[in-house]
Every structure is written in C-alpha cells, then in structure tokens.
C-alpha cells in the first residue's frame, strides 16, 4: 500500500530525514515510535504531500506521489490524516466537518454526504453530536470527528500523528478504542504514537525512529523485550 524508497528531507541545511525504506502492506498497522525532533511527524508529511521530499520516492496504492502531475486532493484522499491538535474549522459542526471533503473533493451531493457523514459519526460513537461545534466537544469527541472526517474520503491508508498526545489521560482511551476498532476492520494504519499498550496490542510491526533514521523494527513482543538499539532501549525505559 505504501512504498517508501530512500526518503530525504532537509529544511535549509537541517537534514531531518536521512535515507528511509519503508513499506507498508495493505491492513497493516504500524507504529512509529522515537524521541521528539527524530523525524516521524516530517515523514507523515511527506506521505501526505504536506511536505515535499527532498529525494527518495513514495508510492501509495499504486501511485507515485512525487510525481508532479499525481493531483494533490487525489494523494490527500487517499492517505488521510489524524493530527494531534485535531484541526476542525471551529465554524463547521461535526457533520459539516465531516461532509466538507465528499462534497469539495468528490463531488457528492450534500444529501449523499450526509447520510455517509452521519454513518462515519455513528461509527465512532457521536451521532448524536453531529450538530455540535467542536468547542462544545471534548478533546477526544474532537478527535473522534477527525477521525470520521479522514474516512470519509475512504482512504487507503490512515495516517496518525500522536493523536491522543493532546488529550486529558481520561479521554485517550476513546480515541484508541476508534483506532482498534478500524484496525480490527483491516484498514491500513500508519501510528506515530507513545501509548505503548496500543502498539503491543495492535501494531503489526513497530519502528523505532531515531535522528532521521529507522534504528530499529519489528514485531511488538520481540520489539518491546528484545530491543537491541541501545537509544531504544533507553527510550522504551522513558515512556513505559
Ligand atoms: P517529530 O515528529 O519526530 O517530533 P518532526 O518531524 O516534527 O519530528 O521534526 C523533525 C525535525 O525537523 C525537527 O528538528 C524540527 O525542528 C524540524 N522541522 C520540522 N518541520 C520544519 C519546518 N517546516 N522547517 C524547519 N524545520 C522543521
Ligand atoms: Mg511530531
């Protein structure tokens, strides 16, 4: 689903990204994990076109994604994003938030959209605030939301910036509770996250990013008891 090839990016002359291979199959979830500043959100970015790669190459489902005629809406349709800080435009309620990419994107027509719309609440438990705006949500409704908003494109991949990083510890387990059940589902995920338990519990496979580099991966119970990366094992006894 996603083939990552040589990935670099440098701002001016920070060099951020040093040289990533990653591929990721399609219903697999993987979690990327490492210390603030190694790389992860930029590397996101860059799936996403948010970021333009310096060099390397990205291929989702199929579709170059450098190339300079792949459409931009095409390429955010079909990895969509979850960000920490959720993003909802304050002046849409929840629905609106949520129909905004079917009906500027696809073209659907309002009614369509939503009837999917209410269908991508209901799934992540918030019909019934579906008229609300995000500030009478809480931070996990907020993120909820986001997350009905990024399928709503019906993306092929999902990809998550430490989206339970902003909330009140109360709040995180709703959220990872949406995230299990869409990967139960099959979809591809990619995870930047510190919940460990989540990355026990669903990652296929988990990555440890260091200095712009992949230090180190692999499946979660050999990654979590056998970490060889001395920095991982240093970071893996930060956060748990
Ligand atoms: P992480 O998500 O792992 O915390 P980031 O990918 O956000 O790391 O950032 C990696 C490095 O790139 C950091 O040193 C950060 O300051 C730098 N960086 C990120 N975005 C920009 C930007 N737009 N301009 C300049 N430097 C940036
Ligand atoms: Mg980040």
Known sequence: MIKITNLCKKFG???VIRGIDLHVK?????????????????????????EQPTSGTIVVDGHDI????TDINYVRSEAGMVFQQFNL????????????????VRKMPRLDADSLGMRLLDKV???SKASAYPNQLSGGQKQRVAIARALALQPKVILFDEPTSALDPELVGEVLE??????REGMTMVVVTHEMGFAKEVADRVIFFDQGRIQE??????????PKNERLRDFIGKVV
Not at 178 to 183: E, F, G, P, R, W
């Open 13 to 15: 002359d920070l060099e």
């Open 26 to 50: 399609t219903g697999e979830v993987v979690v990327i994990i490492g210390p603030s500043g190694s790389g992860k959100s930029t590397v996101l970015r860059c799936i996403n076109k948010l």
């Open 66 to 69: 450098m190339d300079p005629k």
């Open 89 to 104: 435009f304050p002046h849409m309620t929840a629905l609106e938030n949520v129909t905004l990419g079917p009906v500027k």
């Open 125 to 127: 438990g918030l019909a």
């Open 178 to 183: 949406v995230m299990k059940k869409l990967a």
């Open 217 to 226: 991966e692999n499946e979660p119970k050999q990654f979590f008891a056998n």
